[in-house]
């Protein structure tokens, strides 16, 4: 291959390392990559750091020590978060959008691939230091943001189900009370998790915190500590289940089904 | 801002056009991001289409005409396809995988991050002219897959349900008769499509193809025509329900519970 040039050189690096946000690549990775020496690649790096910062695309860091190398994740500046996330709030604000009970309607909104990936990066910037083995997220809606703060984080995204589905080989189960009283099931395959982990709980909406709840408990059952919860949405006032939770927005409680009023999380910048 | 050099500028423009796959970005913007001139602007995305040519990271294409600009495809070079698939393969072929009722375990695949990402791509660049307005999925398994695939479709993602949530609003509800040889529900949010679109079916698994045939129903109630249909995994002899339909990888059905025989589709190159 002809020599390639620092432009291409920055170019590729910046690809690959933001395609797999958190993971460390060796600087001989790259070096190996564009028969360059270290020295070189070192340079690139700094010129690369120096870019992102400028054009607040997140951060390109270097780790030292063994296992050490370079690593790009999602700081808080990678997405303008305070705008992006009173643009959500504003939209969630709609009339049309109250449903029966003092539901807001969100579903369009959690299946936007532009909009939950912006989410998932905004969650994952908070967590970057947060033990954690897996994200933890309950079917259905949750799992388009579960997912994609489980890639912000070069995580793997178990799913708890509300049923037992014979393909899932065999499960824990436990009951619990949903927000609308009721007793329902949660239930994760054996294989899924390993005892002595740790579990970030992310999720599309919280009222009562049941499901919450019940996702803590679940984790107990396999010995599994829950460090970190993160919803998309909660109502104001709802009980903490976890010590380090956040909410995205917070919504204050439906009294007259015709307001829904929406403020951004207090930790989004 | 100091003026910007051509490799922080390649950088840059690898980062946000990777980061939006096939959304097209006008060189008037790249320009006024670098204060650069247009004819600047147009030899870097020279550059940066002959840099993705040969490190094989999919394709930066300049679109001409009203509405043209330049966007990042992830053509099938992007994954190296075959062997990723094969991969695959491999890990589903392992006999502990083997579920009563000749059912395969999945469920980890397909909440891997890196995993369903790669899947996406690989399925979207199958379908990169094909019409669609949307991608459509069935909770719960296929929706990491779908999202990634309407990621880089730049398409939103449409869920059916299998039960009607009184957040949801309005919905369509169809019954269809599943896997199982059970009469199951299907249900989607009237707000969530339109009439006159065209979807995609991306979808986990597909054995008889009877959930498959509920979603082309649904959406013949909403008079949207289904122009093709992807499944991770589908069992070998099941009957085509969509013209354009294919799998990405090919099951042999399970006869003695001890063996699986899984292939990659016919079109993994």
Not at 26 to 44: N, P, Q, R, V
């Amino acid at each position: 291959m002809d020599k390639v040039k620092r432009g291409e050189r920055l170019a590729v690096m910046s690809r690959v390392l933001t395609a797999t946000p958190n993971k460390i690549y060796t600087l001989s990775y790259f070096c190996e990559m564009f028969s360059a020496a270290k020295s070189t690649i070192s340079e690139d790096t700094a010129i690369l750091a120096r870019t992102f910062r400028t054009f607040r695309m997140g951060t390109i860091e270097t780790v030292t020590g063994a296992g050490g190398g370079v690593r790009y994740r999602m700081s808080g500046n990678v997405v303008n978060a305070r705008p992006f996330v009173s643009g959500l709030c504003q939209r969630l604000m709609d009339r049309d959008r109250i449903l029966p009970g003092g539901y807001l309607y969100l579903s369009d909104m959690l299946s936007e691939p532009d909009t939950v990936r912006q989410l998932g990066e905004l969650i994952a910037a908070e967590y970057y230091d947060t033990p954690a083995d897996f994200i933890l997220t309950m079917e259905t809606k949750g799992i388009p943001v579960a997912l994609e703060t489980a890639a912000a984080l070069h995580l793997p995204l178990v799913i708890a189900r509300r049923s037992i589905k014979v393909y899932e080989g065999g499960t824990v189960n436990i009951s619990y009370v949903s927000g609308g009283g009721q007793i329902e099931m949660m239930s994760l395959p054996k294989r899924a998790v390993q005892q002595g982990q740790n579990a970030l709980i992310v999720d599309d909406f919280k009222r009562g915190g049941g499901t919450a709840r019940g996702m803590v408990s679940l984790m107990a059952e396999f010995g599994i500590k829950v460090t970190g919860a993160c919803f998309v949405l909660s109502v104001r006032g709802s009980q903490r289940v976890v010590e380090d939770e956040k909410a995205v927005m917070v919504l204050d409680p439906i009294v007259d089904n015709r307001t829904a009023t929406v403020r951004p999380g207090a930790w989004i910048k």
